[in-house]
Structures are given as C-alpha cells and as structure tokens.
C-alpha cells in the first residue's frame, strides 16, 4: 500500500488487508457479518474525510505559516 498507510489508518474508517487473499477475505467476511462494526467504520470515515475538505486543509496551512513566520521572526530578533 506505499505512501496509502500514512493516510489510511486501520479502523479508523476502514480495514486494512495485509498483502493476501486470506486477510482480504478475512475482512471482508467480518465486515459483512458485523453491522455494528459497520456502521462504526462509516462514521469514522465522514469524520476523517471532513478532515481532509480544503477549509480544513487550509486552516491547517495558515496555521503552519503562523508559526513558522513567528519562530522565523524569534530567530531574526535573538
């Protein structure tokens, strides 16, 4: 899954198979015999994707540019 695990977290909105059938199986069969477990994933996904919507994104890059220029500015001063 490369670079994908930094994004995807198991169980938080989805599951993660290992690299074989058996636990791409194995997940898939808990999943469609566990409607809680379900219903929770999906939550947790609507959570996590709202995370990524651009205002959310872009709050978090102001944020980051407010720090960095406020330590840049305590460098330049010290």
């Not at 909105?13 to 015999?33: P, Q, T, W, Y």
Request: glycine share 4%; net charge negative; with cysteine.
């Amino acid at each position: 899954m490369m670079g994908t695990r930094d994004v995807l977290k198991e169980g938080e909105g989805c599951l993660i198979a290992e690299d074989n059938h058996d636990d791409f199986a194995a997940k898939v069969n808990r999943l469609l015999s566990d409607d809680t477990l379900r219903q929770q994933l999906a939550e947790r996904a609507q959570v996590y994707a709202a995370s990524w919507h651009e205002d959310a994104k872009s709050a978090e890059l102001v944020t980051l540019y407010r720090q960095l220029t406020a330590e840049r500015c305590e460098n330049t001063h010290t």
